[in-house]
C-alpha cells in the first residue's frame, strides 16, 4: 500500500507546474480567498467580493489555505488536488480490501484507479472534480463500512454527511451516486428493516445539514453586503444548484453557454464521443465482464453478503452516474466522468478476485472469463489508440501482442495452476498499456482553461469558448498573460481603489487578476450572462472612485452590453501597447 501510494504520489505530482494557472477561473479564486477571509468564505472570484464563482466553495478552500501559506504559485494551487487524489486511491484500496479481506484486491483496485487517464487529468488540475471524486469514494467505503459494523447508524451518518459536502463542491453531481449507496444500506444492512429505514432518514439528515448550512448562511446573508452568486439568475444558491447547476444540465438552458458546439454530439449519442473513450473507456468491458461475472457467482453462496453488497453498490453507482451523463442535454465536459473509475476499477477487482477463489472449483470459467476480459479490453485499447491516440498509435503492437497471448488459456485448458497465474498476469499488463501509455502523455503535457482533456493529442485544450480581450485587436484564451506593460498599468496606484479593472466575463477577468495580484471585476460572471453589476450599480462604483480601469472585449451579456456602451460613450479611449483601454478615474468625453 505505501509503495502504491508514494507512486501514486510520484505521478500526480511529477512535472506540476506544467500546466501554469490550469483553470485561471479557479485559480483566481484562489488566490482571492487567500487574501481576503470572506471571498474565502464566499468563494468569491475576487477579494472585493463582487461576485462568486459558479460553484460552492469547498473545492477552492485547500488551495486558498495552500496560497495563503506558501505563496501564489502553480504548485501551491495545484498540489492540494495531487494530495487529494492520493487519499483518493488510498480510501478506494480501504473499500475494496474491507470487501474481499484481501489486500491484493484492494492493491489492484486502487492501482487501476490511479492510472485511469481522466483521474491522472482531475488530480492534477483545479477543477472541483478531484475534491469531489475523494469525497464520493469516501461516502462509499462508510457505506460498506455500516453494512456490518455495530456503530452501522455512525458509519452511514459519515457516509450521508460526506456526500453533502460533495454538493458544497459540486452541488447535485455529488448525488448521483446516493441511489446505489442507500439501495445497498437497504437491502444488505445487518440490522432490522425498521431500523434501516431510521439509520437511512438520519443519513438523509446528515446530507441536508452538512450541504445546506452554508447555503443557508449565504442566502440569509444579507445580498448588499456579500458577492453576487455567480451563475445564478437571482442571487440565490438555491437557484443556482436547482438551475444552472441542476435542471440546467440536464435539460439544457437558455441562459448557459454550452460548449458542445466545439465538444461533439450530446445525450446518448455522447458515449461515443473519443475524447470520452480516450478519458475513461478503457477498463469497461473488464469492469462489465468481471463485475457481472462475480456477481453471479456470489449468488450462489450463503456467506457472501459483503461481495453482493459492495457488487451492488459499485454497479448502482456506475449505472446511474452512466446514464445520467448520457442523457445530459446541458454543459457537459469528458472530465465529469472521472466519478465513473472508481466504480470500474472496484468492480474489475472485486469481481476479478472473486472467481480468481472459484477457479479451483470451476476452472475452465474461470480461463473463459479471464480471456473475455482480456480479449475485449485489447480490441477497445486497440481502437482507441489508432482512433485517439495517433501520436501513441505504436503502443498498439504491443498490445495485440499481449491481449492475446491469454487465447491460449481456451486453446490448452489444461495448463498447470502457475501457467493460469501467468496468463492472468500477462492479461493484466495487457489491459493496462494502453491506459497508462495516456496517462504519462497527459503528465507530460500542459492542460489549461475550462475544458482540458487527457492523453496525447489534447494537452494544449483551453476553453471552447475563446475570449477576446481587446475590441481593437489580439485574441487570448483563458490562460493567456498580458501584456508586460498592461500589467503596470494596472498595478499603478492599485491600492487605491476596490478593482484596479474591470473586464467582460470572468474569464477574461481571471487572467488579469493572476497577473496583477490585485482584483478585477467580473461583468456578468463565468458566462458572461450574470446581471451582475447593473449599470446602474456599475455607474455607482466608478461614482465612487472604486473601480480604475476599464478593460472591453470579453464574453458578455445584457449586462455587459449596457456596461460597455455606457463607457464608450462616457470616456475617451487610451492605448498601452497597442492595448485599448478606458480610465474611470480620467476625465470624461
Do not use: C
Request: proline residues 5%; positive net charge; charged residues 10%.
Amino acid at each position: 500500500m505505501v509503495l502504491l501510494l508514494s507512486l501514486t504520489a510520484v505521478l500526480y505530482l511529477w512535472n506540476l507546474d506544467v500546466s501554469g494557472w490550469a483553470n485561471s477561473y479557479y485559480s483566481a479564486a484562489a488566490q482571492a480567498g487567500a487574501q481576503s477571509w470572506k471571498a474565502f468564505f464566499f468563494g468569491s472570484l475576487d477579494s472585493s467580493n463582487a461576485i462568486t464563482v459558479d460553484k460552492p466553495p469547498l473545492s477552492l478552500w485547500p488551495m486558498a489555505l495552500s496560497v495563503r501559506v506558501f505563496g501564489m504559485s502553480s504548485w501551491s494551487v495545484l498540489v492540494p488536488q495531487a494530495l487529494t487524489g492520493v487519499g483518493t486511491v488510498w480510501l478506494l484500496y480501504a473499500a475494496v480490501r474491507h470487501t474481499t479481506r484481501s489486500a491484493g484486491a484492494g492493491l489492484l483496485a486502487g492501482a487501476l484507479f490511479a492510472i485511469t487517464p481522466v483521474a491522472v487529468l482531475m488530480f492534477r488540475y483545479n477543477n472541483p472534480d478531484a475534491m469531489l471524486t475523494l469525497l464520493v469514494v469516501g461516502a462509499g467505503y462508510a457505506t460498506l463500512r455500516s453494512l456490518d459494523s455495530p456503530r452501522a447508524l455512525r458509519w452511514l451518518v459519515l457516509a450521508g454527511s460526506l456526500s453533502g459536502l460533495g454538493f458544497l463542491t459540486k452541488m447535485l453531481e455529488a448525488f448521483l451516486v446516493l441511489p446505489a449507496l442507500a439501495l445497498t444500506y437497504a437491502v444488505f444492512a445487518a440490522v432490522s428493516f425498521r431500523r434501516r429505514l431510521v439509520h437511512l432518514a438520519a443519513a438523509l439528515g446528515a446530507v441536508l445539514v452538512s450541504g445546506g448550512w452554508w447555503v443557508a448562511v449565504v442566502d440569509l446573508w444579507p445580498a448588499s453586503s456579500r458577492p453576487y452568486i455567480g451563475g445564478s439568475t437571482d442571487n440565490s444558491v438555491l437557484q443556482l444548484a436547482l438551475g444552472y447547476n441542476g435542471l440546467g444540465r440536464l435539460i439544457g438552458s437558455g441562459t448557459s453557454v454550452s460548449p458542445s458546439a466545439a465538444f461533439g454530439a450530446t445525450n446518448i449519442a455522447r458515449i461515443s464521443r473519443t475524447d470520452i473513450g480516450g478519458e475513461i473507456t478503457w477498463f469497461v468491458p473488464a469492469a462489465l465482464v468481471l463485475g457481472l461475472a462475480g456477481w453471479l457467482v456470489v449468488r450462489a453462496r450463503h456467506d457472501s453478503r459483503p461481495r453482493q453488497a459492495a457488487l451492488m453498490m459499485w454497479l448502482g453507482w456506475l449505472s446511474v452516474s452512466t446514464l445520467t451523463f448520457a442523457v445530459m442535454a446541458g454543459i457537459f465536459h469528458s472530465y465529469y466522468t472521472i466519478t465513473l473509475a472508481p466504480a470500474l476499477a472496484a468492480l474489475i477487482a472485486i469481481g476479478g478476485w472473486i472467481l480468481w477463489q472459484d477457479r479451483v472449483e470451476h476452472p475452465t470459467r474461470t480461463r473463459r472469463l479471464i480471456v473475455a476480459a482480456s480479449v475485449t479490453t485489447t480490441l477497445l485499447s486497440l481502437g482507441l489508440l489508432v482512433t485517439v491516440g495517433f501520436s501513441l498509435a505504436w503502443v498498439a503492437i504491443p498490445v495485440a501482442a499481449f491481449g492475446t497471448l491469454p487465447v491460449i488459456l481456451l486453446i490448452r485448458p489444461h495448463l498447470t495452476r502457475h501457467t493460469t497465474t501467468a496468463m492472468a498476469v500477462w492479461a493484466l499488463v495487457a489491459g493496462t498499456l494502453g491506459s497508462v501509455a495516456f496517462s504519462l502523455s497527459t503528465v507530460s503535457l500542459p492542460h489549461t482553461g475550462s475544458g482540458p482533456m487527457a492523453g496525447p493529442d489534447h494537452g494544449a485544450s483551453t476553453s471552447s469558448l475563446v475570449v477576446s480581450t481587446n475590441t481593437w485587436g489580439g485574441w487570448i484564451d483563458a490562460a493567456s498573460t498580458p501584456a508586460p506593460d498592461l500589467v503596470r498599468l494596472l498595478n499603478r496606484d492599485s491600492g487605491s481603489y476596490a478593482w484596479v479593472a474591470a473586464a467582460l466575463g470572468a474569464r477574461s477577468a481571471s487572467t488579469y487578476e493572476l497577473a496583477t495580484g490585485s482584483p478585477v471585476l467580473a461583468i456578468g460572471g463565468y458566462t458572461g450572462a450574470d446581471p451582475s453589476p447593473t449599470l446602474s450599480q456599475f455607474q455607482q462604483w466608478v461614482h465612487e472612485g472604486r473601480i480604475h480601469y476599464f478593460l472591453p472585449g470579453g464574453t458578455s451579456g445584457t449586462a455587459g452590453g449596457l456596461i460597455s456602451t455606457w463607457v464608450a460613450n462616457t470616456f475617451t479611449p487610451q492605448t498601452t501597447a497597442g492595448f485599448s483601454y478606458y480610465d474611470l478615474s480620467g476625465p470624461l468625453r
